[in-house]
C-alpha cells in the first residue's frame, strides 16, 4: 500500500505569518496528492487536491506544490490565521477502492497571536 | 441538510460485545468508506464500497464487517469487540473517481 508522511509532527506559527506543511510519499503512481484538514472535534474536511501532472496548484490562500522528483508535497497557508488551527493531513488518490484515499499521519498547526 | 451522518457520537462497550456503529449520507454518492483514527497513525482504512451491494477490505478490516444494501447506508459492525478497537470512527462517501471525500463527525468508541 501506499505509504505517506509528514516531516513533522507540530507546527507552531505566529498569526500573520504563512505556514508551509509538508508530506512525503512512495507511490509515484498515485494520480492526485489532496490536503485535508481537521478541526478539533470534527472530521477532516477537503482542502485542495493536485493531480499528478502538475507542479502548482493554488486555492483561496492555499498553495499546494507537488515535487515528483524527491517525492515530496507541501502546502502552503498565507497570512495564517486562528481559523487555521487544525491538524493537517495529506492523502494520496490512486483510483476507487481500498488504494482510493490512502492518508498521513498528519501534522497539528498551532497558531500563536 | 445534506451530508453524512454517524450514530452513535460516542459509546463505551464492555469487550465481547457486538456492536453496530451506522452511517447514512444524503448525497447519493456511490463511494461509502470506514476509517479509524488514532492517535499518531492518522485515519487507516477499515473497509469500504464502491457502490450498493458491493464492499471490500482496507488496510485494517479484521474484527469488523460491512454491508451497502442500499446507498446511503454504510453500517460497521464488530463482531465481538476488544480493547484494541477503542478508537474514532470516521465514515465517509464521496462521488466515483472524486478526491474529496464527505466526512462524518465521527463515533468515538471506547472498549472495556
Known amino acids: 500500500g501506499e505509504n505517506v508522511g509528514l516531516h513533522l509532527p507540530t507546527l507552531s506559527v505566529q498569526e500573520g505569518d504563512n505556514s508551509i506543511i509538508n508530506c512525503a510519499y512512495s507511490?509515484?503512481?498515485?494520480?492526485?496528492f489532496i490536503w485535508y484538514k481537521q478541526e478539533s472535534g470534527k472530521g477532516p474536511q477537503f482542502i485542495i487536491d493536485i493531480r499528478s501532472n502538475m507542479d502548482k496548484r493554488q486555492g483561496q490562500r492555499v498553495t499546494v506544490l507537488l515535487n515528483k522528483t524527491v517525492k515530496h508535497l507541501s502546502l502552503q497557508i498565507a497570512a495564517t490565521q486562528p481559523g487555521d488551527s487544525a491538524v493537517y493531513f495529506c492523502a494520496v488518490y490512486s483510483g476507487g477502492g481500498a488504494d482510493g484515499l490512502t492518508f498521513g499521519k498528519g501534522t497539528h498547526l498551532i497558531i500563536q497571536p | 441538510i445534506a451530508g453524512i451522518t454517524q450514530a452513535p457520537t460516542s459509546q463505551i462497550l464492555a469487550a465481547g460485545r457486538r456492536m453496530t456503529l451506522r452511517c447514512t449520507q444524503d448525497m447519493r454518492h456511490n463511494a461509502m468508506y470506514w476509517y479509524r483514527q488514532d492517535l499518531g497513525l492518522g485515519l487507516r482504512l477499515i473497509h469500504y464500497s464502491n457502490t450498493a451491494g458491493t464492499t471490500g477490505k482496507g488496510e485494517v478490516p479484521d474484527g469488523y464487517s460491512v454491508s451497502r444494501a442500499n446507498t446511503d447506508d454504510f453500517p460497521l459492525t464488530l463482531a465481538s469487540a476488544v480493547p484494541s478497537q477503542t478508537s474514532v470512527y470516521f465514515c465517509a462517501s464521496s462521488s466515483t473517481g472524486s478526491t474529496e471525500a464527505f466526512f462524518g463527525q465521527g463515533t468515538r468508541l471506547t472498549v472495556v
Open positions: 507511490n509515484s503512481a498515485s494520480d492526485y
